[in-house]
């Protein structure tokens, strides 16, 4: 397969990749969304997230049918690797895609649980050692030797259970012994230092034989003032020194000693070239019986050193999607063929958001705080107060839908949802022409139309083209989404305006009660079901009244309660205790 046949690799990458890798090197990269080896190999962050995303999960990415969806997907992943233990986890989680079926999203929402339940199991003494641990190892560049230390250091933590069985299968006496050896030796053969005594000492004397070489004038001046008066006596005193200086024996620079030498200067320059010679001899020697040796310690042990390298990625992953679900109180939903159910569930986007329950489709869910939603219903109307949370709802289900189709936990106290194979989530957008009614359709319409199974979110069309339309078109929606056997969900202000609903199809509503003390809107977020909610826009008007700045702005704010009613805008005034 040519690189350039993947999505987003063009000509400039292809190149960078398979200069850095080998046309095989970054396929086998590609298919295994290691976004680790694309950013090493010259790709961006970002460009690589995306290529790998479309390589492995096209499929998941094109089930977020509209940018909106795309959006919230993106945001979602956000979160989640914001928790990741290693930056590795946290670009795996990124690329992490809606999968095609419901057996894989089972499989992955366990694995999390178990791996939740384990973080659950540790005190707080083990979990600071497995932190600390995987940021030795992402500061270590996540080598091989890195990966092996960390191993040990997670099974000593007392990592344990059955997404962590990777782990026990390494040999950890192999480890311990690979440890030694692994990251001191290169493919050329060459030994770091630390990796053995001899070696070292072998070097650092080489070291400073090179040194008095270089400096052979200083050597045969200190020599010479010490009142040395014959050639054997300054032999002598030149051994003495020189055995000092570099830590060998008198009998090892006797040996390299010259025996011709015109005089004291050939003498002490000849000399001590014939000590580096035979020093470079003996570290080149002892390099290459090292390098043999650790050879010999990582192969005897390659096995378990692969195992560790993968088992630490692995549970990195698991642990860091754990940590996720335990920072927002994520809970597992029952994976279904259809429907869509909540109780309790909450925006992730939102501080101390307001829990909702809501569905629509079939589903056994019985909510233990607020409603339980109704059960039957293909399609839902959602109406009711402006910056009533309608929107916020949308976007709540939304979140539910696209984090169970990853397999992962959902911000919900209970929750089923069904598989769809496309989301729409549309949100309102401000323009009014033709251009925008026709690209939102463009783009809410052919998921809906295609094969497949699809959850409409869509929210206030009327915010596209003149209301009467709107309704006209709405229920042109409704009437799809039940004959393509979808489930939707359709917020409006245009209840009243709508054309008798299929039995399918139900209309809720979402209560403005009121403003604060601080008038603030006091809004109840749980949609009462099977009620038109009202827009009370003398809430609104209210507030605008007594936050009016000066006495004409406030006339004509008052001027405007007549028009809602001024009997109902001076009672809420009255009821947020506002004294004009």
Known sequence: MRLED???????????LESALGREGAVAAIESADVRALVDAGVTRGRAVRILRRADGQAGIDALATRDARNVYDDLLSLASDRALTEHAADRIRVLTPLPTVEARRDRLDRILAAREAWADLDGDARDAIEAAFRDYDEAGETERAAVRAALELREAGLRGEPFDALAEADPDALRDALGALGYVDNDGSVAAGADDRLDSLRSRLDTANELRSGSFDVLETIQSRGVRSLDDFRAAFVQYVAQETDLSRGEVEAVAAEDARDATD?????????????????????????????????????????????????????????????????????????????????????DPQPVSYAVGDHELACASGPTPPVGDRVSVLTGANSGGKTTLLETLSQVAILASMGLPVPAESAVVGRFD????????????????????????????????????????????????AADLLNGLVNLTVERDAFGVYVTHLADELSPLPPEARIDGIFAEGLTDELELRVDYQPRFGTVGKSTPEFIVSRLVANAGDRAERAGFEALAAAVGEEAVQKTLSDAEFVG
């Open 267 to 351: 003498f002490v320059s000849a000399s001590l070239r014939a000590l580096v010679e035979d020093l470079e001899a003996d570290v080149a020697a002892r390099e290459e019986t090292v390098a043999e040796e650790l050879r010999d310690r990582i192969w005897a042990a390659r096995d378990d050193v692969d195992l560790a390298v993968e088992a630490v990625d692995e549970v990195a992953l698991s642990l860091s999607l754990a940590r996720f679900a335990d920072e927002y109180d994520l809970t597992p939903p029952d994976i279904a063929e259809t429907g869509l159910a909540v109780c309790g569930a909450r925006n992730l986007f939102l501080d």
């Open 422 to 469: 496309s989301v729409v989530f549309h949100r309102r957008h401000a323009s009014f022409n033709a251009g925008v009614l026709e690209s939102t359709l463009k783009s809410i319409v052919p998921p809906l139309s295609g094969d497949g199974r699809t959850l409409m979110l869509v929210d206030e069309f009327e915010a596209i083209t003149e209301p009467g339309r």
């Open 6 to 16: 993947y999505w987003g690799v063009g000509p400039k990458t292809s190149g960078r």
